[in-house]
Each structure stands twice: as C-alpha cells, then as structure tokens.
C-alpha cells in the first residue's frame, strides 16, 4: 500500500520545515497545496517535494482541502498542517502500519493537541487522519472542516502532536462565518457549534451565549453539546452571570453521565462560593466519572491532577491538614515537577515542622 501526504498551507515558513522533517522516510509521495503565502513557504516545500501547488485562497477550508487532495495518486492519504508533527515513536508507527493500511478505508489517529509546561498532553481527541483514495471521500465546511467518511474505520494507537503556531490570523475564522451568513448559508449543527466557539474565543460573551442557545436548541452530537454547556458556562461567568453559568454546568448532565471536565468546572463554581463541602462532592466524583465518546475531547487532568489538587484546597480550608496532604501527594503523582504541587508540599512540611517545634517542652 502506498500512504502520500496532503498539505494546505500559507506563511508557514517558521515551521513547515520541522513538519516535514519529521516525517521523511514515511510517505511515498507529499503534496503541498500552497493558499497564498507572502513568504519562503513554497521554497522550503520544494526542498521536500516536486509535488507544489497553489490554489487560490476562497475564503474556505473544506474547498483548499478537496483541492490539495486532488493531485494524490497514492493508495491512501493522510493529512497534517504544518504546525503540526510526527515524533520519533509515531513515525516508526505509522511505518509499521502502512501494509495494514487496505484494513480499512478511513483510520482515527489520535491528536495530541495541547501540553503543560513540562511537556503533558492536556487535550486530545481523534480524527479522521487516513483515507483510502478510491473512496473519494470529501471534506465539508468553509471553517472547522471535517472530513466525510464511510465504510469501515480503524483506529491505530498513533499520534500526531499539534505544536502551535504563534502567528494565527485574529478574527480569520469569524470573518469566513459572517461571509456564509452574507451570503444567505445556513449553517450545519456543528457548524453553529464553532461558531459559538469563535464568538468565545474572541471575548463577545454575550453574543457566544446566544450562539451557544442556537446550538442546543437543535440536534447534535452529544460531545458538542457537553461542550457547548461548558463555553455557555464561561460566557454567563464573564457576564457575571452566576446562576446561569451553574445551570448551564448541570444542563450538560441531560445528554451524557457527568464528564469530568464538567465535574472540576462545578467544583470550581462552589469554591469560588466558599462552599467547600459541596465543591469536595464534585471534585471527588470527577475522580470517577465516565471519559467523552471516542472522537471527543479528552483532558486528562481533569480527572486525577486537577481535582486532586483542588481536594488539597478544599480540605485545607476545613482544616483537615491530613487529607489536604493527602491529596496534594496524588496530585503529585500525576506531575511530580508540577510547581503547584511542589509549592503546596513546601507548605505541607512547614506546618509539620510548626507542630514538633510547638510539642517540644
């Protein structure tokens, strides 16, 4: 089976280079779909590929995407951006997957999307990332787009890390969704989703919050929705809203049992309340909540590191030292070089070293 790489890209000069790099030796032909870049992009292409090509940028990512399959003459494609790359364990791999590639026609790798300070993934989840050609499978959505598949599916025990670029266009992604809507384009479910999303990240609360409205009140995939609770959560939040952001936290529990992140957002809203009794329930059941369906966004903190070193928080202000220690141990077995940790176990041996030096006669 041959396995070529399909590229969008524009201005990525600062890391396309590191992408490709760390894929030499995988694929048997890449591909490059330059959008229109200003800069040295298509020359460091061209160092990895012959295969160069440039495709007027339309204000639409599902469109550059069809069009940087299109050249593909290979068995299978996979995509990447150039922010993103493949680390020494999965390069080798995918290698090693490549002749089990006609298993299926589409393959789930998983996204390591996000990382702590020393290097912890703090958000992942799966995509689409491999398809088979003949499929013909397309990709839908001017921003945010996916990937349509069908058929057969796998998934492999393979990450792509996502290593973010610092130079993102502000507003890009808002510009394209008033374009749609001026042009008279309704938007699909999770379209509006991302949407709100975008509304969010840009600080306009009050209109996310209604975005986030939109969203619900239709159908939709039940991770979405969770989702969409938590950032109708943080709009009400910003607004001062308190009694809405906790009934937007407890709404979510209507599509699914209580996802952790959800569980640490509750705990979070009765600490800042004082309610340290109330804020522990939801700390400890983030401990053992169910994690989001395959495909959907995965914090791994929020169910050991952080609820843990909230307990420590909690149960401090109650006074119970023993547990407070307790916790912030485990907290600290999630990330033993956390500061955080290292700070509360500083404190932790002051208070013991107070209570010999009070015993003593």
């Known amino acids: 089976m041959t396995l070529g790489l399909c590229m969008i890209v524009k201005d990525e000069e600062e890391v396309l280079g590191r992408c490709l790099q760390s894929v030499q030796g995988v694929f048997d032909e890449?591909?490059?779909t330059d959008t229109g870049s200003h800069d040295n992009t298509p020359r460091i292409a061209a160092q990895f590929t012959p295969f160069v090509f440039?495709?007027?940028?339309?204000q639409d990512f599902a469109a550059a995407r069809n069009a940087?399959?299109?050249?593909?003459?290979?068995?299978?494609i996979m995509w990447?951006?150039?922010?993103?790359?493949?680390?020494?364990?999965?390069?080798?791999a995918l290698l090693a997957l490549k002749p089990r590639l006609g298993e299926a026609d589409c393959w789930y790798l998983r996204y390591d999307a996000a990382f702590d300070a020393h290097g912890n993934v703090t958000l992942h989840f799966r995509r689409e990332r491999i398809v088979r050609r003949s499929c013909g499978f397309v990709w839908e959505g001017a921003v945010h787009e996916t990937l349509q598949v069908s058929g057969t599916t796998a998934q492999a025990d393979i990450s792509v890390t996502h290593l973010r670029a610092e130079h993102k266009e502000q507003g890009r992604n808002l510009r394209i969704f008033a374009r749609l809507f001026a042009d008279g384009k309704t938007p699909c479910s999770r379209q509006k989703y991302y949407f709100a999303r975008e509304l969010e990240d840009s600080g306009l609360y009050d209109t996310a919050a209604c975005a986030y409205e939109w969203f619900l009140r239709g159908s939709g995939w039940a991770e979405d929705k969770i989702c969409a609770c938590r950032g109708l959560a943080h709009c009400h939040a910003a607004c001062g809203r308190r009694q809405e952001q906790l009934e937007a936290l407890l709404r979510s529990f209507?599509?699914?049992p209580p996802r952790a992140e959800t569980c640490c957002c509750v705990g979070r809203f009765f600490v800042e309340e004082g309610n340290w009794k109330q804020a522990i329930f939801w700390f400890r059941l983030a401990?053992?909540?169910?994690?989001?369906?395959a495909g959907g966004f995965v914090c791994p903190d929020a169910s050991g590191y952080i609820p843990y070193m909230w307990l420590c928080v909690c149960y401090d202000k109650l006074?119970?030292?023993p547990r407070a220690r307790a916790c912030n141990e485990l907290a600290g077995r999630c990330k033993p070089q956390d500061e955080?940790?290292?700070h509360n176990a500083r404190y932790f041996a002051s208070l013991e070293q107070t209570a010999q030096g009070d015993t003593k006669p």
């Open 54 to 58: 440039r495709f007027p940028w339309r």
């Open 68 to 76: 940087s399959f299109a050249p593909a003459r290979t068995d299978y």
């Open 319 to 321: 006074g119970d030292i």
């Open 80 to 92: 990447l951006d150039a922010d993103d790359v493949l680390l020494p364990q999965a390069r080798q």
């Open 340 to 342: 955080n940790y290292l």
């Open 254 to 256: 209507a599509y699914a």
């Open 287 to 293: 401990l053992h909540t169910g994690k989001a369906e």
């Open 30 to 32: 890449i591909y490059i």
